[in-house]
């Protein structure tokens, strides 16, 4: 019997990692190539795969109303390695799945490194894959080295989009002053491995906060060479003093709404609130949430000791910036993922237009499994429209594609949300027949959305099972 020839995933993040986890179990040798530590990007800070850069937040695990819990759910029913790697290492974080960054990398790697059809090649593909290669997924991510990025574009012909991504900073624990910060979840909302309390609450009187955004707008900022000048931001992650410049109050509205947090100082709401959640499985480190910023670090460090708690705040990292780049999905690639210039590329994660650890890891399970029944020689249709995980492939491979001439318009990453599934009729009443308000309906509308998914999402699953993989 002639020996299967192996698929090639170029990239070990999260993308990749998934990708490769869901070929492998189909029963298919991969291959996947990962340039660190031969080279490294100006993100990563290790060689391991599946390596968190940013945040340590996989985000709401509420399958019932939420879309990024939906989107959990169904990537745990289709076999996720990445979801699987989250709930074995998550860490207390109010109604998110939060993991302990090294646990979950190491555990990746390891899983990876061990099974028997997976080869992990420590070196970089700076160019198109040799043509032998004749399935390949590139889950670059928005790090993707220069090299392979003009490689790419000189294919496509496509001008690459680009926006910047800020890291937010992580402090010491010991360093914050709990007789300032104290530890509750918003409203003390439990969830994976959570209590209720599993956030620290650094507040702010009005004059606090308004020192702080004259200090943030005044505050000294990251350069940019002339060709970076026109990148856009993300708005899903905007750094802090961006925010600031669009308002007085959007701070206050957005990463600092102190709403559902009682100030046990005072028994009420603080006019703003900074939010710090575990970062590490031994509660040594914790990050500011939403506090992406491109501040230089001595007045990163400077204004953010301005914060009630963290006067004398110890930073383990200190935010930053990175080039992000993504391709113009709608236009360039077909249904499956593959490029349309070259099908024997298909592309994975957020060089594809989508935003977000999760929305990258599930694209990675979708190609991976695309490429896996392509070389099983099994037919694999896209999940249905109304899951999470077809309304993501949806928006990047048709979703901003105009009606009359088949350009894509303003394509942008995207995260998961319930706007990208087909509507659905909410119930005017509850089951004992008292009348819903519009909050309750809103809710319920949800509900119904994530039962439908779930369902459907099963369906597909079931009627696209591969051999190995149902076995």
């Known amino acids: 019997m002639q020996e299967m020839k192996p698929i090639h995933v170029v990239g070990g993040g999260l993308a990749g990692s998934e990708a490769a986890w869901q070929i492998a179990t189909a029963g298919v040798p991969v291959v996947l190539h990962e340039m660190r530590p031969q080279r490294m990007t100006d993100a990563h800070k290790g060689d391991r795969l599946a390596e968190l850069v940013c945040s340590n937040s996989f985000r709401s695990d ?15 029913r289709a076999g996720s390695l990445i979801l699987a790697a989250g709930d074995r290492h998550k860490l207390p974080a109010g109604g998110a799945l939060a993991v302990d960054r090294d646990g979950f990398a ?29 399935s390949i997924i590139i889950a670059t991510g928005p790090l993707t080295s220069p090299e392979l990025s003009e490689a790419i574009r000189k294919l496509t012909g496509e001008r690459d989009l680009a926006f910047f991504d800020a890291i937010a900073p992580v402090v010491h624990r010991e360093s914050i002053d709990t007789s300032i910060a104290w530890f509750q979840s918003r409203y003390g909302k439990t969830g994976p491995a959570g209590t209720g309390a599993d956030y620290l609450n650094c507040p702010m009187t009005r004059e606090e906060y308004n020192a702080f955004v004259d200090a943030l707008l005044a505050g000294e900022k990251t350069s940019f060479k002339e060709w970076e000048a026109s990148t856009p931001y993300f708005d899903g992650c905007l750094p802090i003093e961006v925010m600031a410049e669009r308002g007085r109050d959007t701070l206050r509205f957005g990463p600092m709404k102190p709403v559902g947090l ?8 603080p006019y703003a609130v900074v939010q710090l959640r575990q970062d590490n499985a031994l509660g040594t480190l914790w990050n500011m949430v939403g506090f992406q910023t491109k501040l230089k670090h001595a007045e990163q460090v400077r204004i953010f000791r301005m914060i009630p708690g963290l006067g004398e705040a110890e930073f383990a990292r200190l935010g930053g910036l990175h080039r992000n780049t993504f391709l ?32 990258s890891a599930a694209i990675g399970l979708l190609t991976g499994r695309f490429a896996a ?4 020689g099994h037919a694999c249709a896209p999940p249905p429209p109304t899951t999470a995980l077809g309304a993501l492939i949806g928006h990047i491979t048709g979703g901003h594609l105009s009606a009359d001439d088949g ?16 509507e659905i009729e909410p119930p005017a009443q509850d089951a004992d027949g008292k009348r819903l308000r519009a909050k309750e309906r809103g809710r319920a509308k949800k509900r119904l959305m994530s039962l439908r998914a779930l369902a459907d999402i099963d369906r597909w699953l079931a009627g696209n099972a591969l051999p190995a993989a149902a076995e």
């Open 373 to 376: 029944a392509e070389r099983l």
């Open 407 to 422: 350009r894509a318009s303003s394509f942008q990453p995207m995260n998961i949300n319930y706007g990208l599934l087909p």
């Open 328 to 359: 113009n999905s709608p236009k360039l690639l077909d249904a499956s993922l593959r490029l349309k210039a070259m099908p024997r590329l298909r592309f994975a994660g957020q060089i594809t237009g989508v935003e977000g650890y999760v929305e």
């Open 106 to 134: 190491a555990e990746v790697t390891d899983r990876l490194a061990t099974h028997p059809l997976v080869a992990v090649e420590r070196s970089e593909i700076a160019d198109l894959p040799p043509k032998e290669w004749d």
């Open 262 to 269: 009682d100030d046990p100082r005072t028994g009420r709401w």
């Open 62 to 76: 509420d399958w019932e109303t939420n879309a990024v819990g939906l989107l959990h759910e169904e990537m745990r």
